[in-house]
């Protein structure tokens, strides 16, 4: 709670330098930028702290880059800020080569008197590692996405052989290291600017106040109200197309919609899905819809006393109608669950015999379990849209009526300031209505962060779920070279999902973005936002 009150201090302290609700003029942006909305406010502008939400979805590759990145298509990682790489043998030995000249950011906090190199790369994964990293504990010394993949166990160690060479030991093979670190979380920050915020005892602004060498940097901040980055002019990719990007923050749902149509923001991510037919009215404004890997869920509080038993989590799986679900709030644009992993998945496996609707067997499973009828569970419900889940309210609706009909009473607790990290910690809470953005193609990414024992420990795993069986298939996965093994071990963790059912799939989210029609250059990806350097506005 207490580095809670910190970063928030920070954030504000932001605010605070570049003032605060003043009057955006949308106009005068749209001469030299955009001004991009449909998300909320960020606790942090670090992508290492987090585990989704605008800071690693959206801001990220505006302000940082990563090592490699991930081809859109292939999914497979592509060169980035590190030109080449080798491994070794035993595959666990990764060599860097790094490009020269990428310059960080020039703000008004910081002048930079070098360009990146081996001892940035150093400085920002042994923070994440490295309990003694003079800013391993800044912002409260939690890295939730690089906990949920053990990160930590993974890399023994990160050395500088050169400028432009950096090696990461590793104590076993691992399929999805290279995937991982090509993330929006695994972003450069400066070692230079790290010592000067040592030196004048401001770390905390490593975080809140960040340098990246990405397209853009951030210049203000206001908070409920405008993010505003600025163009880079020294990107090693060579300068953005526009001056600036202002994230709009200030509005949900139909606010964001009409402010679409009132020419007051450019570009809306994430509308929902009764917004898309107003949307497609729309002459000036382009809907991009994309596949995404992603799934929407409810996560079972499992150290419940009555959630504790499988049988009765299987019962709450066969009492929901997804298909309602997908008429209701999808508008025939999603696709229903029947794994944890989406159909795009390589290691998808369709069970259509676990995950059903059928009430009669629910009202069985729960008789045999001595579930009585007016028997209530809580359900939280973060209420900010998202691909996955275009309209969570409406979804935890219909789900509530589900089970008021085989006699389980469901309170809705609806707030957008629910948190993943949060909410493990809270033992008022049954019911989570949640769901996840892959970061990468590889299964993995979906079952280790989500269900693993290292999850629970580190209370990201909200389910509070922990099979050894489970991880012992993921590790597995993770060493095997031959790709047809990796899926058989997939299929076997999926088997256990759908007999223990920690979690409950519901369904499948496309990506929409929504854009004036006098912007061209998105660039596409079924994972998080692309950089907005190519982005321009046609005359």
Known sequence: M??????????????????????????????????????????????????????????????????????????????????????????????????????????????????????????????IIDPNHPFHYVGGGLYPWFVGIDFANLVTSIEAISDHQVKFTLSRPDNTFLSNIATSHAVILSKEYGDQLIFSDEKSLLDSKPIGTGPFYLVEYQVNDLIRLLR????????????????????????????????????????????????????????????????????????????????????????????????????????????????????YQKDTVQIRYDRNYALALLRDAGVEKGTEFTMAV????????????????????????????????????????????????????????????????FLRPLLSCDSKRAGINISSWCNPDFDFLLDLALEVEKKRYRVNLYHQAQNILNEEFPIIPLSHGMQFQAHDNSLSGFKISPFDAQPFDQVERVK
């Open 2 to 127: 207490k580095a809670f009150i910190q970063l928030t201090i920070s954030l504000l302290s932001l605010s605070f330098i570049t003032g605060c609700g003043e009057d955006v003029d949308h106009e005068e942006i749209r001469q030299s930028g955009f001004v991009f909305c449909g998300q909320g406010g960020p606790n942090t502008f670090n992508p290492q702290l987090v585990d989704s939400g605008i800071t690693s979805e959206t801001l990220s590759p505006q302000i940082f880059d990563t090592l490699l990145t991930l081809d859109p298509n292939s999914f497979q990682p592509i060169p980035s800020i590190a030109q080449a790489w080798d491994v070794n043998e035993s595959g666990t030995e990764y060599t860097f080569t790094l490009k020269p000249d990428v310059q960080f950011q020039t703000t008004p906090w910081f002048t930079p008197s070098r360009p990146l190199n081996a001892d940035d790369v150093v400085f920002s994964f042994r923070r």
């Open 232 to 347: 880079h002019d020294s990107y090693w990719k060579g300068p953005a197309k526009m001056d600036q990007v202002v994230f709009d923050i200030s509005h949900r749902g139909t606010g964001t919609l009409a402010k679409l149509l009132r020419n007051e923001c450019d570009v809306l991510t994430s509308p929902r899905s009764s917004q898309v037919p107003t949307i497609v009215e729309q002459q000036n404004i382009t809907l991009t819809v994309k596949p995404a890997m992603n799934v929407s869920f409810i996560a079972v509080n499992t150290s419940h006393p009555a959630l504790n038993n499988a049988n009765v989590r299987k019962a709450l799986n066969y009492a929901i109608n997804r298909q309602n679900i997908l008429d209701s709030v999808y508008y025939g644009t999603g696709s229903q669950a029947y794994s944890v992993l989406p159909p795009s998945s390589w290691a």
């Open 382 to 445: 973060p209420l900010e849209p998202r691909a996955y889940n275009p309209s969570p309210r409406k979804t935890a609706e219909l789900i509530q009526a589900n089970f008021a009909d085989i006699g389980i009473k469901l309170n809705l607790m609806t707030d957008d300031r629910y948190d993943r990290n949060d909410i493990g910690h809270n033992d008022n809470i049954d019911l989570y209505l949640t769901g996840w953005n892959a970061n990468t193609g590889d299964p993995d990414n």
